[in-house]
Nanobody, 115 residues
Framework: QVQLVESGGGLVQPGGSLRLSCAAS????????VDWYRQAPGKQRALVAA???????NYVGSEKGRFTISRDNVKNTVYLQMNSLKPDDTAVYYC?????????WGRGTQVTVSS
């Protein structure tokens, strides 16, 4: 089994920053394979950032450069640093891990960007 627990969300003003954390435990073979998704109201869940082959990749086009994924292998924790936040970034942010054909998700952490 895999357990993923997100934290660090909250209410932030436009232009502000947040750092999300995802603590992973259980049958995690590689913390590098944990990635971040988000789901805004009325929209599909979308991949935000991942680490592939040791390279960090941001998938949300307009957010390239604003979001940075990183990891702490000792703590088995993956982070998502988000800067210059915009109201469009408002969403529930989830960490995700695929083991074989099974997708594991955390419960998510709400990020609200509003003045």
């Amino acid at each position: 089994q895999v357990q993923l627990v997100e934290s660090g969300g909250g209410l932030v003003q436009p232009g502000g920053s947040l750092r999300l954390s995802c603590a992973a435990s259980g049958s995690i073979y590689s913390i590098n394979a944990v990635d971040w998704y988000r789901q805004a109201p009325g929209k599909q869940r979308a991949l935000v950032a991942a680490i592939i082959g040791g390279v960090t990749i941001n998938y949300v086009g307009s957010e390239k450069g604003r979001f940075t994924i990183s990891r702490d292998n000792v703590k088995n924790t993956v982070y998502l640093q988000m800067n210059s936040l915009k109201p469009d970034d408002t969403a529930v942010y989830y960490c995700h891990y695929r083991l074989g054909s099974i997708d594991y998700w955390g419960r998510g952490t709400q990020v609200t960007v509003s003045s």
